[in-house]
């Protein structure tokens, strides 16, 4: 049976040029920094965001986790969106293991965090409360589309931690996505923040690793952090070779996943039953509604599986599409059919 796992991007295989990458990869010592491969894509990482520079983690979950720590005295609080994947899906790691309390607030319609809920969401100066410590952003962000956030909003949300001389942390895992959808080269969104975790794994195919960017010293104190969590390297070039091809060759064709992704929401809009916020719809992640209860979600997505055609039911009944590296024009017109035949019957 045909299968279209519209699931996530993280499903992405490596393309063949991360195999040669990783043949030809000369290796070292990553822990005393010996390993040319890894610095390269660090400094390509660094490089592309505008930053000083960049460190090799194991995934999304490591980056965002060694970057509050590095930015973060145990005991601070982090001010961060209710939806967003640091606060809901990498197990309160900052609590858990940093020490840091979190303090969420209500996402806005495009994954913002609504400026004037930051401010009041500050800690006063008051012995008796946590010190606030970090304010951290998604872009583009995960739970409520693949949303961007506009560059004017990313000025204001910088002034504003400037004004409390707070640090911003952007959890970038699709950075690449916001930024082919600005228009924008990368750095133009990382500017306004002091460190960034991008993945490598997801729209851009490679099978491992995120890199976290920002200053030097910032870097310098995350690479111990890393160290302290058991995520040091060795003669990890083999895997960074692939992250190299991910940043030079996949970056160019994600406006492919994105044109896709538009296809295919405009198709879901028609089907008699399914609800959808087409302007949220803006680079390769689709969400979509039924009415009725979490468990016609469940049923839908089981249904459509039974089809071939996979998609994610989330606990708070959103269904998610996500179109990649390895989903055709084609494969959404057929995943479209199929939920035509399945919201027809
Ligand atoms: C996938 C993802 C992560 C976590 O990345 P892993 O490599 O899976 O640990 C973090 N943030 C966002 C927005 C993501 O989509």
């Not at 890199?211 to 083999?238: H, N, P, S, T």
């Not at 039924?290 to 839908?300: C, M, N, S, T, V």
Request: aromatic letters at 4%; a negative charge.
């Amino acid at each position: 049976m045909r299968t279209v796992d519209f699931r996530s991007d993280a499903k992405t295989l490596p393309v063949p040029e991360m195999y040669e990458a990783i043949a030809g990869a000369v290796v070292g010592d990553d822990s005393d920094q010996e390993d040319p491969t890894i610095c390269q894509l660090e400094a390509l990482a660094a490089a592309k965001c505008g930053k000083e520079a960049g460190l090799l983690v194991v995934g999304g979950a490591m980056g965002n986790l060694v970057s509050v720590m590095a930015q973060c005295e145990r005991g601070k609080e982090i001010i961060l969106g209710g939806l967003n994947h640091h606060y809901v899906w990498e197990c309160g790691s900052p609590a858990v293991i940093g020490g840091l309390s979190l303090r969420p607030v209500p996402n806005g319609r495009f994954g913002e965090l609504p400026l004037d809920a930051v401010r009041a969401a500050i800690r006063p100066d008051d012995i008796h409360q946590p010190v606030t410590g970090l304010i951290e952003i998604e872009n583009t962000h995960n739970h409520c589309g693949g949303t961007v956030l506009p560059l004017s909003y990313l000025a204001e949300l910088r002034q504003l931690a400037d004004e409390y001389g707070l640090p911003v942390h952007l959890d970038g895992a699709r950075i690449f996505n916001a930024a082919t959808y600005l228009g924008v080269e990368a750095s133009e969104i990382a500017r306004y923040a002091d460190s960034v975790q991008i993945c490598l794994t997801k729209g851009l195919c490679a099978p491992f690793g995120s890199v976290i960017v920002g200053k030097a010293d910032f870097i310098e104190r995350a690479r111990r952090i890393r160290k302290l969590l058991g995520g040091g390297m060795r003669q990890a070039g083999i895997m960074a070779a692939c992250g190299i091809v991910a940043l030079e060759k996949m970056v160019g064709r994600l406006q492919e996943d994105h044109d896709n992704a538009r296809r295919l929401a405009e198709g879901l809009a028609q089907i008699e039953g399914i609800k959808i916020d087409l302007d949220t719809v803006q680079t390769n992640i689709v969400m979509m509604r039924l009415d009725g209860d979490q468990r016609r979600a469940d049923e839908f997505a089981r249904r459509l599986s039974e089809d071939g055609v996979l998609v994610l039911a989330f606990h708070d009944g959103k269904i998610r599409f996500v179109t990649r590296y390895g989903i055709t024009a084609d494969d959404v017109s057929y995943g479209l059919a199929k939920v035509q035949k399945l919201m027809a019957a």
